[in-house]
C-alpha cells in the first residue's frame, strides 16, 4: 500500500506477503538474468500497480526491451479493494483515474500487457456467494469500461486485454455453472452495451485460484483433497489458468513440500484426467444447465440494481457490496456454528491427536537488508533529479493528464515507490470508509 520498507507503517510487515520491492534497483534484481522480452509476468499488485508497471517497463528498458515486447498482467482491480480486500490508499475516483491512465497508455504502448484483471476472488473470500461474485465483478467491469470509453478509447481497443480472476470453492457443480454463467452475461453485456465488433472483446479470460478461506487449520491434509475437487472444477468451467492453493495455507505462508503437493495436483488433473480434452464438457447436463439458467436470473437482477444506482462506484460509496457481503458472511457463520453446514474436521469428524505441522517461517532480517537497500540508494542516486521529476509528477497530478509517463520518469531517477506514493497521498488525499453491516 505503497510504503518503503523503512517507513514504521511497515515495520514487521516487509517480505511476509510478497517481494520487497521499493525502487527500480529492486526490480532489475528481482529480474537479473530473466528475459523479460521472452516471458510473462504477473503481478499481484492494486493500489500501487501504477508504480510497478513503470518500474517493469523502466527494467526492460535496462535489458534493451521495448514495451511493446512486454507481456503479462497487473491485478489492479481497485473497485475490489474498497469492497473487500481493503489495501487501497487513495479515495475511488482519483483510483478510477489512474487505472484508467495505465489501460490507455498500455493500449497505445504496452500492447501485450493486460493492465488489469478484474477480480471476483477477493469478495468471495470475504464471505460473498457465487452469484454475488459474478454479479459484483461484471458491475466492475462495467465501471472499468465506461470509464475508459469516457475518456474517449474505442471499446474494442482495449477490450480485448482485460482480464479475469475469480475463486473456486468445494460447491462444485455450482461453480462450474457460475464460470458459464460470468462468460455467457459478459459476452451479452460487451456486445449489446458497449456495441463491441471485435470477438476477442466478448472473451471472458479468466484465471481461477482455488479458495483458501475454504482451507482449515484443522487436519491439513484434508485440504489436498478439497484443493484437488476446486481444481477440476474450476477446469471443467473454462479457466484459462489456475492456481492451487498448498495445505497449509491457513496456517502460514506454504512451506515447499507443500507447494509441490499443489503443483502436483494441478499437474494430475492437467494430464491424468482427461477433463482438459474439450471445451464446455459438462454443457447438456439437466442440473449443470439449470443451475446456470438460474445463477444467470439471480446475476441478472444484482447487475439491474446495481445500475440503478449509479454503477459500482456509487455502490461502493453508499456501502451497499460491503453490506451484502458481511450479511452473507454472518450467515454463513452462523450455518457452520450451528452445524448446518459441515466443515471436516472443524465442527464435524474432528480429531483431538493432530500433530503440530512444520510451518513457514520469514527471515526477520530481511527488513534489515531492505532499509540498508534504501540508505544506499538515496545516498548515491541524483537526489535532485529524483526531486525535480517527483515535482513534474505531482504537477501533472493536479491538471488532467495521464500520470504513467510521469511515474516513468519517476522510477527512472530511482525515486522509490514510498516517494511516488506520498506524492499521489499529498494530491489525491487517504480513503476514510464509512462504517457498514
Given at each position: 500500500i505503497g510504503y518503503d520498507a523503512d517507513d514504521p507503517h511497515a515495520e514487521g510487515e516487509v517480505g511476509k506477503v510478497g517481494v520487497s520491492i521499493t525502487s527500480l534497483k529492486d526490480m532489475m534484481t528481482c529480474f537479473n538474468g530473466i528475459p523479460l522480452g521472452k516471458v510473462s509476468t504477473s503481478m499481484t499488485i492494486n493500489s500501487t500497480a501504477s508504480t510497478l508497471l513503470s518500474l517493469y517497463i523502466a527494467t526492460g528498458e535496462s535489458q534493451g526491451v521495448k514495451s511493446g515486447q512486454l507481456r503479462g498482467t497487473t491485478q489492479n482491480d481497485i473497485l475490489k479493494e474498497y469492497i473487500a480486500r481493503?489495501?487501497?490508499?487513495?479515495?475511488?475516483?482519483?483510483?478510477?483515474?489512474?487505472?484508467?491512465?495505465?489501460?490507455?497508455?498500455?493500449?497505445?504502448?504496452?500492447?501485450?500487457?493486460?493492465?488489469?484483471?478484474?477480480?471476483?476472488?477477493?469478495?468471495r473470500e470475504a464471505g460473498?456467494?457465487?452469484?454475488?461474485?459474478?454479479?459484483?465483478?461484471?458491475?466492475?467491469?462495467?465501471?472499468?469500461?465506461?470509464?475508459?470509453?469516457?475518456?474517449?478509447?474505442?471499446?474494442?481497443?482495449?477490450?480485448?486485454?482485460l482480464s479475469f480472476f475469480f475463486c473456486c470453492t468445494s460447491e462444485f457443480?455450482?461453480?462450474?455453472?457460475?464460470?458459464?454463467?460470468?462468460?455467457?452475461?459478459?459476452?451479452?453485456?460487451?456486445?449489446?452495451?458497449?456495441?463491441?465488433?471485435?470477438?476477442?472483446?466478448?472473451?471472458?479470460?479468466?484465471?481461477v485460484q482455488t479458495s483458501g478461506e475454504s482451507l482449515t487449520a484443522q487436519q491439513p491434509d484434508n485440504n489436498i483433497v478439497r484443493v484437488a475437487i476446486q481444481s477440476m472444477a474450476a477446469?471443467?468451467?473454462?479457466?484459462?489458468?489456475?492456481?492451487?492453493?498448498?495445505?497449509?495455507?491457513?496456517?502460514?505462508?506454504?512451506?515447499?513440500?507443500?507447494?509441490?503437493?499443489?503443483?502436483?495436483?494441478?499437474?494430475?488433473?492437467?494430464?491424468?484426467s482427461g477433463i482438459t480434452k474439450t471445451a464446455d464438457p459438462m454443457a447438456g447436463s439437466y442440473y449443470v444447465e439449470y443451475l446456470t439458467d438460474t445463477i444467470e436470473?439471480?446475476?441478472?437482477?444484482?447487475?439491474?440494481?446495481?445500475?440503478?444506482?449509479?454503477?459500482?462506484?456509487?455502490?461502493?460509496?453508499?456501502g451497499f457490496f460491503q453490506s451484502e457481503i458481511r450479511q452473507n458472511a454472518y450467515r454463513l457463520k452462523q450455518e457452520i456454528d450451528?452445524?448446518?453446514?459441515?466443515?471436516?474436521?472443524?465442527?464435524?469428524?474432528?480429531?483431538?491427536?493432530?500433530?503440530?505441522?512444520?510451518?513457514?517461517?520469514?527471515?526477520?532480517?530481511?527488513?534489515?537488508?531492505?532499509?540498508?537497500?534504501?540508505?544506499?540508494?538515496?545516498?548515491?542516486?541524483?537526489?535532485?533529479?529524483?526531486?525535480?521529476?517527483?515535482?513534474?509528477?505531482?504537477?501533472?497530478?493536479?491538471?488532467?493528464?495521464?500520470?504513467?509517463?510521469?511515474?516513468?520518469?519517476?522510477?527512472?531517477?530511482y525515486a522509490t515507490l514510498g516517494e511516488i506514493s506520498n506524492t499521489f497521498r499529498e494530491v489525491f488525499g487517504i480513503y476514510q470508509p464509512k462504517e457498514t453491516f
Amino acid at each position: 500500500i505503497g510504503y518503503d520498507a523503512d517507513d514504521p507503517h511497515a515495520e514487521g510487515e516487509v517480505g511476509k506477503v510478497g517481494v520487497s520491492i521499493t525502487s527500480l534497483k529492486d526490480m532489475m534484481t528481482c529480474f537479473n538474468g530473466i528475459p523479460l522480452g521472452k516471458v510473462s509476468t504477473s503481478m499481484t499488485i492494486n493500489s500501487t500497480a501504477s508504480t510497478l508497471l513503470s518500474l517493469y517497463i523502466a527494467t526492460g528498458e535496462s535489458q534493451g526491451v521495448k514495451s511493446g515486447q512486454l507481456r503479462g498482467t497487473t491485478q489492479n482491480d481497485i473497485l475490489k479493494e474498497y469492497i473487500a480486500r481493503n489495501t487501497y490508499i487513495y479515495p475511488p475516483r482519483p483510483s478510477m483515474r489512474l487505472i484508467g491512465d495505465m489501460i490507455e497508455y498500455c493500449s497505445k504502448k504496452v500492447p501485450q500487457w493486460y493492465p488489469v484483471s478484474i477480480s471476483g476472488y477477493h469478495m468471495r473470500e470475504a464471505g460473498c456467494n457465487a452469484i454475488q461474485e459474478v454479479a459484483f465483478t461484471l458491475a466492475n467491469a462495467i465501471e472499468y469500461i465506461q470509464t475508459c470509453i469516457d475518456r474517449g478509447l474505442k471499446i474494442d481497443k482495449f477490450a480485448p486485454r482485460l482480464s479475469f480472476f475469480f475463486c473456486c470453492t468445494s460447491e462444485f457443480l455450482e461453480e462450474i455453472a457460475k464460470f458459464r454463467v460470468a462468460r455467457r452475461i459478459y459476452a451479452k453485456i460487451l456486445k449489446e452495451r458497449f456495441h463491441a465488433r471485435d470477438p476477442k472483446s466478448l472473451q471472458l479470460k479468466f484465471h481461477v485460484q482455488t479458495s483458501g478461506e475454504s482451507l482449515t487449520a484443522q487436519q491439513p491434509d484434508n485440504n489436498i483433497v478439497r484443493v484437488a475437487i476446486q481444481s477440476m472444477a474450476a477446469v471443467l468451467g473454462g479457466c484459462q489458468s489456475l492456481h492451487t492453493n498448498s495445505k497449509d495455507e491457513a496456517l502460514a505462508l506454504p512451506t515447499e513440500a507443500a507447494v509441490k503437493i499443489a503443483l502436483r495436483t494441478q499437474q494430475v488433473v492437467g494430464h491424468e484426467s482427461g477433463i482438459t480434452k474439450t471445451a464446455d464438457p459438462m454443457a447438456g447436463s439437466y442440473y449443470v444447465e439449470y443451475l446456470t439458467d438460474t445463477i444467470e436470473d439471480e446475476v441478472n437482477k444484482y447487475l439491474k440494481k446495481i445500475d440503478k444506482m449509479g454503477g459500482s462506484l456509487a455502490g461502493i460509496e453508499r456501502g451497499f457490496f460491503q453490506s451484502e457481503i458481511r450479511q452473507n458472511a454472518y450467515r454463513l457463520k452462523q450455518e457452520i456454528d450451528r452445524g448446518e453446514r459441515i466443515i471436516v474436521g472443524v465442527n464435524k469428524f474432528t480429531d483431538t491427536t493432530e500433530q503440530k505441522q512444520e510451518i513457514m517461517k520469514i527471515d526477520s532480517s530481511i527488513q534489515d537488508k531492505q532499509m540498508r537497500n534504501l540508505r544506499e540508494l538515496r545516498n548515491t542516486r541524483d537526489n535532485k533529479k529524483a526531486e525535480n521529476a517527483l515535482s513534474k509528477m505531482k504537477s501533472a497530478s493536479e491538471k488532467d493528464e495521464n500520470l504513467i509517463p510521469y511515474i516513468l520518469e519517476s522510477v527512472r531517477s530511482y525515486a522509490t515507490l514510498g516517494e511516488i506514493s506520498n506524492t499521489f497521498r499529498e494530491v489525491f488525499g487517504i480513503y476514510q470508509p464509512k462504517e457498514t453491516f
